[in-house]
């Protein structure tokens, strides 16, 4: 019902878009860092960065995948991607200096995490049982119905955009630490920025995208008056 209405796609095509593109951005400008040689791997540089910020006990592990790295802070490890675990590129280290960020921002309570990482759960479940609470509540004739979903799907944009501050703190802490440790200089760091930008522009398009969903469920479903 919703893929083939044409409002939809005139609010959600922009940001759909400008995710495509920053999607390519990634892939292009790590193309590039991934030939250019750093001191240390993406693991060696992440065990570097956390120890001096005296968090010993936060692992590492290698995971499968392309770009598939992440923090876990229930497991409180960083999960590194085959290349960037293993790599000894600009590309690698930036990336790896990101998810540390991120660990960082654990341990320090950094605010915007905390309310993201509580924000999880309904985010989760808001991202899809809010849309078809939307349509099922328009098709029944139950305005309760509707609004519920629309106020679920809300907890997506809330989430998306407290994600935007704790992806750009981290990139921050990446980009400082790795020239505070030697790690890249400040030539070479234009490169790693260049990764940390696109990929942050990728969690831009994220949120705008939720943000034209909700505007989307508004306009067709919250605003008509079923007798």
Partial sequence: MITFDPLYWVLILPPLLLGLWAQFRIWSTFGIARRLAAPLSGAAAARHILDQAGLHDVGI??????LSDHYDPRERVLRLSEEVYQSRSL????????????AIQHAHAYAPLVVRNAAVPIA????????????????????????????????????????????????????????????VNRDELHYVS??????????????????????YLILRFGSQDRE
Avoid: C
């Fill in 61 to 66: 592990e290698m995971v499968p995948g392309q």
């Fill in 124 to 183: 989760g479940f808001g991202s899809g049982a809010g849309i078809w609470m939307a349509i099922i509540g328009f098709v029944v004739g139950q305005p309760w119905l509707i609004w519920a979903g629309i106020i679920l799907f809300g907890a997506v944009v809330f989430f998306q955009l407290v994600n935007l501050p704790v992806e750009f703190n981290a990139s921050a802490r990446a980009k400082a630490v790795l020239v505070e440790l030697g790690i």
């Fill in 91 to 102: 590309g690698a280290v930036g990336i790896a200096a990101h998810e540390a960020g991120h």
């Fill in 194 to 215: 260049k990764v940390l930008d696109a990929a942050a522009l990728t969690y831009v398009a994220a949120t705008l995208q939720a943000i034209m969903t909700l505007v």
